[in-house]
């Protein structure tokens, strides 16, 4: 049967099927298209509960974010869900807190630089400070 060949409220129902069966068409490829849930871990300067209140609002009103994880005293972020590490560390800094990404291992402190060579012998003799007696 061709659609000519249907009455008004008939192509109607056509058309809404029609128009339902892409839309769950549309949805399901999007659903395919997902990626995986992804963990971002982010380094936040925190210094109390009221920046931690600022973190929970960001991340509670951010599209993806499955769940997080905020540590006061390690002043750790973990956000899981279908997010990208860039939206969530540019959302996370909205809260004007300085945020990077958190290191999976921390990088060992760096050796100190030698010391500076030492003045010559002559120098050593002098004394450090004078002070006048009166």
Request: with cysteine.
């Amino acid at each position: 049967m061709f659609l000519s060949e249907l009455g008004s409220d008939e192509v109607g129902v056509t058309s809404a099927v029609s128009n339902f069966l892409i839309g769950c068409c549309n949805e399901f490829d999007n659903i395919i298209t997902l990626s995986p849930l992804q963990t971002v871990e982010l380094k936040v300067a925190m210094s109390c509960q009221g920046c931690v209140g600022a973190v929970k609002r960001v991340l509670g009103k951010m599209e993806g974010v499955e769940t997080f994880d905020i540590d006061l005293e390690k002043q750790k972020v973990t956000v899981k869900g279908n997010v990208q590490p860039e939206a969530v560390l540019q959302t996370v800094s909205k809260t004007g807190k300085a945020t990077s990404y958190w290191e999976a291992a921390e990088a060992p402190a760096a050796p100190e630089a030698p010391a500076a060579p030492e003045a010559p012998a002559a120098a050593e003799s002098k004394p450090a400070e004078t002070v006048a007696a009166a």
